[in-house]
């Protein structure tokens, strides 16, 4: 089986813009979690979905949102970006009951 | 709320010798726990995990570690290290059916010839 899939793998962008990743995951894993990943704060939770519906979130402030389509594909947006999100993005994927998530290979933002 | 903490932040080692990384966790009820490794530029990959049943786990590239529910531990051990375990290791906890994994802050092992 594929891995999970990330796109794009690397990613600059200036403060004030706005930002989309994608995340394809493992064929059959319905669910889909999203992770930051700072030298200073270290691995720290976004959000996980199910079945299109949001059914956990970390503490991030509200421009950072997701979402997931019917084909359990995932996508993450980051809005009025900042100096301070510049980080690596994790996508994992888990096939329910959820126990063990499988990492993709991320994507690297820099704000500049 | 789960917690993670990993007691060494830099391990050096050297190759063919056998090494340890040290977790503990915090939570009043039941976890699973994981191991998981990065190399540079990477993302995580796992190397194994403990769910329930037997306390002694087996994963990948010889690693082992050992569920301590007294201790609240979860110790990775691999006996014989090679320069290609040269990464970050990452040990991390879910309480079941929560969804979200908590990770500690990591564990650079670097192996010497």
């Known amino acids: 089986k594929a891995g999970v899939t990330q796109t794009p793998r690397y990613l600059i962008k200036t403060r004030g813009q706005q930002v989309t990743l994608s995340c394809s995951p493992i064929s059959g894993h319905r669910s889909v979690s999203w992770y930051q990943q700072t030298p200073g704060q270290g691995l720290q939770f976004l959000f996980e979905y199910f079945s299109e519906t949001q059914r956990n979130k970390g503490n991030f402030p509200g421009r950072f949102s997701g979402r997931q389509f019917s084909n359990s594909r995932s996508e993450m947006n980051v809005s009025t970006l900042e100096l301070g999100d510049s980080a690596l993005y994790l996508c994992a994927s888990s096939f329910p009951p959820q126990e063990t998530q499988y990492f993709g290979p991320g994507t690297r933002l820099l704000v500049l | 709320a789960q917690s993670v903490t990993q007691l060494d932040s830099q391990v050096p080692v050297f190759e063919e010798a056998p090494v340890e990384l040290r977790c503990n966790y915090s939570s009043s009820v039941s976890v699973y726990l994981f191991w998981y490794v990065q190399y540079p530029n990477q993302g995580l990959q796992l190397l194994l995990k403990?769910?329930?049943?037997?306390?002694l786990v087996k994963g990948i590239n010889g690693f082992e570690a050992e569920f301590n529910k007294s201790q609240t531990s979860f110790h990775l051990r691999k006996p014989s290290v090679h320069i290609s375990d040269t990464a970050e290791y990452f040990c991390?906890?879910?309480?079941?059916?929560?969804?979200?994994?908590?990770f500690g802050a990591g564990t650079t092992v670097t192996v010497r010839a």
């Open positions: 991390a906890v879910t309480l079941i059916n929560d969804y979200k994994l908590s």
């Open positions: 403990y769910l329930s049943g037997s306390t």
